[in-house]
């Protein structure tokens, strides 16, 4: 471990970061592979979770996502740059708290992470699948086959490298936020007020409490990019040393710029073009948003996109979602003893992936959501409370201590977490 860790020092000193220039196409890579991590399947559910509330509640909700959004994941990027230069997230945990401390937290943070990636594994099949079938009208091959040959494709992109990966998901974000934008305004002549028929009652303060207190966690989670920001902030190290941080923020807050605007403009559209009962409808039949759409107007036109936009959006999410998932799946390798060579760890790791997502895709089990649900505490856990602990502990994240953002994620984190929690246990 020693000699492996060495020698990354010893790669990090020999390159040169680069200053802090103005903003580049690297960064703009970052900041679209950011969003496509964040912005995926979870998107098309969010227009019903979030507009079953009612109007004041969404408004609050659209108010926080930005701060929520962005002081949390740039408090875990600050958490992965205090540690020595190329360490990754469970490192940089085993750096500053210790070996078990260290391995605890790895093996957490492949629980939280690798669930999703067999969700998305499970839809990527179900939704191709359905396209084939009802729009193309072509039968499809038998599903062992079809999640096979689409899990490969997907591990075809991964095995090019981390940077590959990246700039795949930094080139499907544009066609997805065309085509959000294509629904958002194609549903503006439909507006009839949706949404805006509850805006009149104002809701008792404890009932408006509990609403946002169940439906922060659903915001928090469609704009999730944990897994991703481990190989960013090695990466901006890399590239900018001293000033990473700087830089990170600066890519952190452009990306989420983006994803806010993007996202609520496209809720909004969608919540004053259905009716609360209508998103009720939407939810009891397990639909997204964009199915129920399809069917609510019958328009070939969505029909036929719907099913493009969700493959683009999970694929995107699922390739964001591997580079945690493997992250953690090689940290609790290496911290098991074995220390195999790196290429050799690589093809474990995607082997593993495979045969794990194969399997589950193929026999599409109905608890997934369930499972999602349980690694939400997990993940509110390394996102908001981990680095909000560690600028109080640690000394190299003493220079962060005293700002109010600080209070307000670890309120979020909180909120995030007993509402999961609840929603378990209720």
Not at 29 to 58: E, R, S, V
Request: proline share 5%; aromatic share 10%; charged share 10%.
């Amino acid at each position: 471990m020693n000699d492996q860790a060495n020698s990354v020092d010893e790669r990090y000193e020999a390159a040169t970061p680069a200053s802090l220039s103005s903003w580049n196409r690297h960064d703009t890579t970052w900041m679209l592979g950011l969003f496509g991590t964040a912005i995926g399947a979870g998107t098309l559910f969010l227009p019903i979770n979030a507009g079953l509330g009612g109007f004041w509640p969404l408004m609050i909700l659209a108010l926080l996502a930005f701060p929520m959004t962005f002081y949390a994941h740039r408090g875990l990027t600050r958490f992965v740059l205090s540690g020595r230069a190329g360490a990754d997230i469970t490192e940089v945990v085993e750096e500053h708290f210790g070996i078990k401390a260290g391995a605890l937290i790895t093996l957490l943070y492949f629980f939280a992470i690798f669930p999703i990636l067999l969700i998305y594994s499970v839809a990527l099949t179900n939704t191709v699948g359905s396209f084939l079938e009802h729009q193309l009208h072509i039968t499809p091959p038998p599903r062992v086959v079809l999640s096979l040959v689409l899990i490969l494709g997907l591990l075809a992109v991964v095995r090019c490298g981390e940077q590959a990966i990246v700039k795949a998901m930094s080139l499907m974000v544009y066609p997805f936020i065309v085509a959000l934008l294509f629904l958002a305004v194609f549903l503006v002549p439909h507006w009839n007020g949706g949404i805006l028929a509850t805006a009149s009652t104002v809701p008792e303060p404890s009932a408006l409490l509990h609403t946002l207190w169940l439906a922060i966690p659903v915001m928090v989670f469609s704009f999730n990019h944990s897994p991703i920001i481990s190989a960013f902030a090695v990466d901006q190290k890399r590239r900018h040393g001293e000033h990473a941080e700087e830089r990170s923020s600066q890519i952190l807050s452009r990306a989420h710029g983006l994803m806010v605007v993007m996202v609520l403009f496209f809720v909004f559209s969608c919540v004053l073009t259905l009716s609360p009962a209508q998103l009720a409808e939407a939810k009891a039949q397990n639909l997204s948003i964009l199915s129920y759409l399809a069917n609510h107007f019958s328009n070939p036109t969505i029909a036929f996109a719907a099913p493009l936009i969700a493959f683009v959006a999970i694929s995107k999410s699922f390739l964001g979602h591997y580079i945690g998932a493997s992250e953690g799946l090689k940290g609790l390798v290496v911290k098991s003893g074995r220390r195999p060579a790196p290429k050799t760890l690589d093809r474990m790791t995607a082997a593993f992936m495979l045969v794990v997502c194969w399997i589950v895709a193929t026999l599409n089990p109905s608890i997934l959501g369930m499972i999602e649900t349980l690694g939400g505490p997990i993940i509110a856990a390394i996102l908001f409370l981990m680095p909000m602990y560690a600028i109080r502990k640690v000394p190299a994240m003493a220079r962060y201590r005293g700002q109010a953002s600080n209070v307000f994620v670890t309120l979020v984190g909180l909120v995030a977490i007993t509402a999961l929690i609840y929603s378990l246990t209720a």
